[in-house]
């Protein structure tokens, strides 16, 4: 038996800095609610107003994507668009517990369907996702070990204590004070930011067996990683766990090539082996090994979903890279991996004038809007990441992988 106590503590302290009387939405599926449990309780325990557990089932959305079509998959009951409003007026905080034990489930559904669902879903709650990007509310990604995932990351015979073993230092839960390693670990990303943000980037040079982009940054771009801040100035880690550094790039300038070096998941269905060709901002030709229907169907989400929302830096000493293993969550292997997100991007991310707002004026500074964001990763050991500044003077940023900042 796993005691997760103490995982979410961390969750609840460092991930969403949870306050007293602030109410609580738990998103899981059937096979992580012991995680969401154990959040629930210690939540109450922190004084918590108002904890709610949110089951999603992918068996049933499967279900529903085999019995139905057309209008009868966009129907989406008022009662959650008014609850939704409801929660982001009264500051609910929210943690997502990836999917991990139900990852193949949608699989070998119809890309089309699934497409068509998801769509009218995120366009329906839009309003919710704009506003956790924009960092108005605490909200917190998270994976929880069980049975399918264990033997996913570990081989046939693995059972839930192994993975959980190997998440542990991942989690920094194997240190005599947790709380105190995550406050380090972001002070060591803001070091990373700062050196980042103080050379003025223009632009980012990917090369790598398959990768030749060339990527635009916004001339009021900063680069993020470890705790943001939230309006009311607590601070907060989006994701547990993190090794990441990002910004928002300019949507428009990006050019050339990219492929993917880890399988994901893509509208919840596996996709491996993808590239991309981009032109002027835009992806002009794509292929996959496995998923391209499904990768045809996300491009296709809206007219931002071509163009990217994030780029973002991490290195082969990340402890996840470290690890060796394939996650199959996009949490974990984006953590491992330098990475590029297709969709929406980051308001928070450019230092824009006050009072900014609106999808027309975040895309006039450069900003992409789309109901999707989904990582791709593109970091290996033979990549090699170069920055330049206006005036063309290049800055070595990663070499074979791993950082040279300076």
Known sequence: MINYEKYAQIVLQKGLNLKKGQNLLINCNVGNYDMARSLAREAYAMGAGFVEISVQDNYITKARLEAQDGDALTYIPNYQIGRAHQMLSEDWARIRIDSTEEQDILSDVDSGKLSHQTKASRKALKFVSSSMMNGE??????????????????????????????????????????????????????????????????????EAEGTDLTIGLNSIGRWHGGPGALPDGRMIFNNLPTEEVFTTPDFKRCDGTVRTTKSLKVLESPVEGAWFRFEKGRVVDFGADKGKDVLEQFLNMDEGARSLGEVALVDESSPIAVSGLIFGSILYDENASCHIALGAGYPFCLEMPPGTSGEGALKGFGCNNSLVHTDFMIGSPRLNVTGYDKDGKAFPLIKKGSFTLS
């Open 137 to 206: 509310h605490p909200w917190c990604v998270i994976c929880s070990p069980g049975p399918e995932w264990a033997i996913k990351v570990l081989g046939d015979k693995a059972r839930t204590e192994e993975l959980w073993e190997v998440l542990k230092p991942l989690l920094r839960l194997d240190r005599e004070d947790p709380s105190e390693a995550w406050e380090e670990h972001g002070r060591d990303l803001w070091t990373r930011c700062k050196i980042l943000n103080e050379k003025k980037l223009d632009h980012l040079h990917f």
